[in-house]
């Protein structure tokens, strides 16, 4: 394959390290398996910190057709931070909702959560090659700091103490390369997780979906569509998805025990999604198929994505059934959160036990992600007779009674929370505003450049988020601040006043919310004088949140969330 639509691939340079008796002579700190997005994102994430590492890819173009394509707003938030988002807005298509039909008839319209506030749309279509491409062009950016090796295969891992050892092959070449740590982002066939004799657990269920990807210029918006039982396909679901380019994606599940390679064949595909296209109106269009591939959901994890030196992140880790899109989403979650923590562990500013808590705040995503997604499997492809039947009368209820069609709601990925980790520091009460755990909360603000966002202050940093409505911050806290400023590389101040003008500066910046609606926001709007601080998470992740005696519990705070004495 060498086109799909518009999107040409671009073979990537193969290149053979210098070698010593069939080893690197260099060891590396960091080596990622897999230039997968995850592998991709994760590079990106440490890069931010200045932390090199090598990514292990062994094809030598972006990945296969068009695969994930729904990108949450929580992602752009993320690849906002990775320096990559400006092409992904450029060429993703926005969107918002959607529609569910039983039969002919539309049952549910419904739409994400979004509101003034927010910078980035709910939701984004974008084909996995662009994504995969912008990427590697942000990776090109870092090229002092990222060594993506193309054409290259992990066959082999060793696990030492103080590191892995890898054997590779390059070229028809086998040879050797030491790491200190190593991140496994080898996708769900992941030989990482094989060699070190790990399984994913979980529930694997049994509907089957073909995926087509269909080139057809139709004007139809940019929102998601799911019918039930249609004449096209009697008691089975359809998806369709726009995408960039004039691609259409079309799912369509098929019996439990229909053969698989039967079905996949172009001309049954072709067959169906004449049919498809025609009743819902736009078979006088011409389309063209352009990919093809199956689907069979699954939500499984390993126990835990640490062992020793070796890190999991993204479908290496962890398996989601397509529907409500956490797949990829999750796994950028995954890379955000585990590199500030090595890059902090690497830096010698936290101790190695933060990263266990990766694994802690990420297997509790899986879960949370899971049991969104499960229901959204057992509703568009019940696993039984008594989930069809279920789903039956719940369809047939909702063609009269709107409220039920929220059943069909294909429960989209949405911001997963941290509430019960460990890194959350005990916080006064608030009756607004995200609790420790949460992310934090878009606001638009006065910045010194203009109207600018909260987001537009965050970095890779610790930020104090200081609601001082003068302007003027007690004395006590401004001196912990300046010490934390000065000492501490990764240290940011952010005032949000009320009033006086918006300033900037390397690590203090102010800003001005005119409207006072960041305080509401933030649970400050109980008087004029209202005030007190929220300590960021360098992934926009509350750490704590005070009122009260604040300079020395943000002191406390950080020494916690970086496990130093
Ligand atoms: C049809 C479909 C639709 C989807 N839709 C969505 C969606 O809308 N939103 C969403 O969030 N997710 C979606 N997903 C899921 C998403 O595609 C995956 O979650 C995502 O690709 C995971 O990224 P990853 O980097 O972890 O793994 P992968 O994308 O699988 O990347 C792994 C990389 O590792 C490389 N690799 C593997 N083994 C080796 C080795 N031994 N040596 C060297 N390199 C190796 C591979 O070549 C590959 O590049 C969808 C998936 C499918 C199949």
């Known amino acids: 394959m060498d086109r799909i639509g518009r999107f040409v691939y671009q073979p990537q340079p193969v290149r053979l390290p210098a070698l010593v008796q069939g080893r690197e002579a260099v060891r590396h700190r960091v080596a990622i398996v897999g230039g997968g997005p995850v592998g991709l994102g994760l590079a990106l994430a440490l890069a931010r910190w200045g932390i090199a590492s090598v990514v292990i890819e062994s094809d030598t173009t972006v990945c296969e ?47 994400m959560p979004h509101d003034a506030a927010q910078k980035l749309p709910p939701m984004i279509n974008l084909q996995q090659y662009y994504i995969e491409e912008f990427l590697v062009e942000a990776v090109r950016a870092q090229s002092a700091l990222i060594d993506l090796r193309w054409g290259t295969e992990l066959v082999g891992l060793d696990p030492q103490a103080d ?26 066939q992941s030989l990482v997780r094989r060699s070190l004799g790990l399984k994913l657990e979980g529930t694997a269920f049994e509907g089957k979906y073909v995926i087509a990807d269909i080139e057809l210029a139709s004007d139809y918006p940019t929102e998601r569509r799911a019918w039930f039982d249609p004449p096209t396909n009697p008691g089975y679901t359809v998806l369709m998805h726009k995408q960039p380019d004039d691609i259409w994606r079309i799912d369509y599940q098929i019996p439990d025990d229909a053969d698989l390679d039967a079905a996949l064949r172009p001309e049954r595909v072709e067959a169906f999604i004449r049919g498809h296209l025609a009743w819902i109106g736009e078979g006088h269009r011409p389309w063209r198929l352009v990919w093809t591939s199956a689907y069979r959901a699954g939500a499984m994890t390993l126990a835990d994505y640490r062992h020793g030196r070796v890190l999991f992140a993204g479908n290496a880790a962890h398996a989601m059934p397509i529907f409500g899109v956490r797949g990829l989403n999750s796994g950028w979650d995954d890379a955000f959160n585990l590199g500030w923590k090595l890059a902090l562990v690497l830096r010698g500013e936290a101790a190695e036990p933060l990263l266990d808590t990766y694994s802690e705040e990420r297997l509790h995503g899986f879960h949370v992600n899971a049991a969104s997604a499960i229901k959204s499997t057992e509703f568009m492809a019940p696993p039984s007779r008594g989930f069809v039947l279920m789903r039956e009368a719940a369809l047939s209820l909702a063609v009269e009674h709107p409220r039920i069609g929220a059943l069909a709601n294909p429960r989209q990925t949405h911001v997963i929370d941290y509430p019960t980790s460990s890194l959350n520091l005990p916080s006064d009460v608030f009756d607004a505003g995200p609790p420790p755990g949460s992310v934090f909360a878009e606001s638009p603000l006065d910045g010194p450049q203009g109207a600018a966002h909260l987001s537009d202050a965050l970095g890779p940093a610790f930020v104090a988020l200081v609601f001082a409505p003068q302007g003027r911050l007690d004395p006590a806290l401004d001196e912990t601040l300046r010490a934390l400023e000065a000492s501490h590389p990764n240290w940011r101040t952010v005032v949000i006043a009320r009033q006086g003008r918006p300033a900037g500066g ?49 002191r406390e705070g950080l020494r916690r969330v970086c496990f130093s004495h």
């Open 506 to 554: 390397d690590t203090r910046t102010t800003l001005l919310d005119r409207t006072g609606e960041a305080y509401v926001r933030y649970g400050f709007a109980h008087s004029e004088s209202d005030s007190g601080v929220y300590l960021l998470r360098p992934d926009g992740h509350v750490a704590g949140r005070w009122r009260s005696a604040v300079a020395t519990r943000l």
């Open 65 to 111: 057709g068009s695969r994930a394509i729904c990108i949450s707003r929580r992602s752009l938030q993320i690849l906002e931070q990775l320096g990559a988002l400006p092409r992904f807005l450029q060429t993703g298509l926005g969107w918002q909702g959607g529609r569910s039909f039983y039969r002919d008839r539309q049952i549910l319209h419904f739409t």
């Open 163 to 188: 590191g892995v050892a890898l054997a590779l092959r390059c070229s028809g070449v086998d040879h050797g390369l030491q790491a200190d740590w190593v991140i496994a982002c080898d996708g769900g």
